[in-house]
Every structure is written in C-alpha cells, then in structure tokens.
Nanobody
Framework: QVQLVESGGGLVQPGGSLRLSCVPSGSIFRIKAAGWYRQAPGKQRESVAGITSGGSTNYADSVKGRFTISRDNAKNTVYLQMNSLKPEDTAVYYC??????????????WGQGTQVTVSS
C-alpha cells in the first residue's frame, strides 16, 4: 500500500509561517490531484486546500490569502505554504492524493498527519 509522507509541521508563533510537504513513499506512484486537510481537537476533519493535475487550486475561506498549495511534478511533491498563521490554524494536517502508476493503476492515499501548533 502506498503511503503519503508529510513533513514540515511544528510550533510557530502567531503571524509566523510554515511549509508542509507531501510525497508518496517509494517512486512507483505519481501524484495526480491532491489536497490538504486538517483536524483540530474535538472538531471534524476539514478541507483546507486542493490542487488538480492541471494545477488549478481551491481554498477554504478561512485560509484564502494566507495559504498556498503548490506542486513540483519533478519532485512528485505537493506543498502547503502557510503564512500569517493564527492560533485557530492549530491542528493535525493531513495530505490526501490520487495516485497513478505507469500501468495506469490508481490509488487514493492519506498521510499520517503532521502537527501544526500556533501559539505564543
């Protein structure tokens, strides 16, 4: 089973920035479309941002203008640049992606999550 590996979480002060990365384990599967989700304690998981295979993006209203999702196809990696972070952005952030291999087998996968804490 292909897993997504996330990195880049941590503790940051309000107003600070972090960049999350998401890459499939191994090199057989390529990312088609991907999205970032987050789940705060006691709350449901919510969509934060998404990017299509063509590069079109969408964002939750709460992060528009502060977060940017992007992809580097050469590195088979999706990023989430988070600026002007607020305490309410504190959550576990998950990557989800539609993956495809050279034989056109498709697979949807989730990452294990990375903690983002915004606090002074």
């Amino acid at each position: 089973q292909v897993q997504l590996v996330e990195s880049g979480g941590g503790l940051v002060q309000p107003g600070g920035s972090l960049r999350l990365s998401c890459v499939p384990s191994g090199s057989i599967f390529r990312i088609k479309a991907a999205g970032w989700y987050r789940q705060a304690p006691g709350k449901q998981r919510e969509s934060v941002a998404g990017i299509t295979s063509g590069g079109s993006t969408n964002y939750a209203d709460s992060v528009k203008g502060r977060f940017t999702i992007s992809r580097d196809n050469a590195k088979n990696t999706v990023y989430l640049q988070m600026n002007s972070l607020k305490p309410e952005d504190t959550a576990v952030y998950y990557c989800n992606a539609d993956l495809i291999n050279r034989w056109s087998d498709e697979h949807n996968s989730w990452g294990q999550g990375t903690q983002v804490t915004v606090s002074s």
